[in-house]
């Protein structure tokens, strides 16, 4: 609710007809009953290109799990790869935050792995957590280290 209050259901009910579509109906009811959120819906084809072209209309994506990790890399990639990209599933008590690449134990030690997306990820818990200050902080940092051509 802090965000922009944009919320966006990514889903295939056209095909899935009975999961995505009661998933579709369900995003649609929360958003206006019980969040009182004006949302969109999107078949997840018609996301993927949306959200190439128009990134900028999207805030919160609402989907399935194989719709959220297809889109999630792709949206990495116009953020600048899956090396900056930090994810988060969040609930009203729980949150998980972890980089949308997940990890890469082969190459531990190897001074081969940018930490950025996982530092990202510190900061939306610390957002998450309502440590404000800290997380802009964070942000700040690492917009700075970025600007200056590091990655």
Sequence with gaps: ??????????????VLRVTDGLFRDTCREVAAVTLRLPSTSYMWDAAAMHLIKRPHEFDVIVTTNMFGDILSDEAAQIGGGLGLAAGANVGD??????????????????NMVNPTSMILCAKMMLDWLGETDAARRIEEAVFKVLSKGRS
Excluded: D, Q
């Design 1 to 14: 609710m802090r965000r922009r209050r944009k919320v966006t259901s990514v889903h295939k009910a056209n």
């Design 93 to 110: 008590r729980y949150g998980l935050f972890e980089p949308i690449h997940g990890c890469v134990p082969s190459k531990a030690g190897m």
